[in-house]
């Protein structure tokens, strides 16, 4: 239905935004780490997922696209709704979140508001299988891995990176990102 929403922020709350495009504003809820990358006014392009919930619209959005499909895999678990689904996507790359499911890493979750250890092994248990479907070029990873471990947002390092000449080995692909990132 909507697949991404781009606009300039209008508002901001500690559950969504309202993103402004075209003359509409659209309520769109985010993960806490996307709200606090993101002012009022910043121009941003946001990946969509929309629910109809007791006949009510709700729209979530993600910053970054890897993430868009963890909370998909997610919410599709019985027993996982969008909002457990948003707490839990953002919780670090995708990697991490597949290590921590193929090694049944507890910890990973543990700082999960609302979720326990029930719920965990439920998760665990039924995206084992899910998450080894999901693409993740090893590359493109590995220096979206390296800019966020200095510090830099993933949807920022993406954005660098997509500037950046693909052919290229990882090392010189951070390089050059870093001193984009720099000016």
Known sequence: MI??????????TDAWATVEN?????KVFLSLNDL???????????FCRFFMRNENPELYGFLDKEQLKVFE???R????GPKAAMLIAP???????KKAVESQDYNYFKNIKGIGTKKIQKIILEISGEIKKIDVAPDEDEAVSALN???????????ILDKIDKNIDTEERIKQALKMLAK
């Open 3 to 12: 697949s991404y929403i781009s606009g300039n922020i209008l508002e901001k």
């Open 22 to 26: 075209q003359g509409i504003g659209f």
């Open 36 to 46: 606090n990358q993101i002012k009022l006014g910043d121009k941003v392009k946001l």
């Open 73 to 75: 895999m997610l919410e």
């Open 77 to 80: 678990i019985s027993g996982i």
């Open 91 to 97: 919780l670090g790359t995708f990697e991490k979140l």
């Open 149 to 159: 471990n200095l510090g830099f947002p993933v949807s920022v390092a993406r954005q």
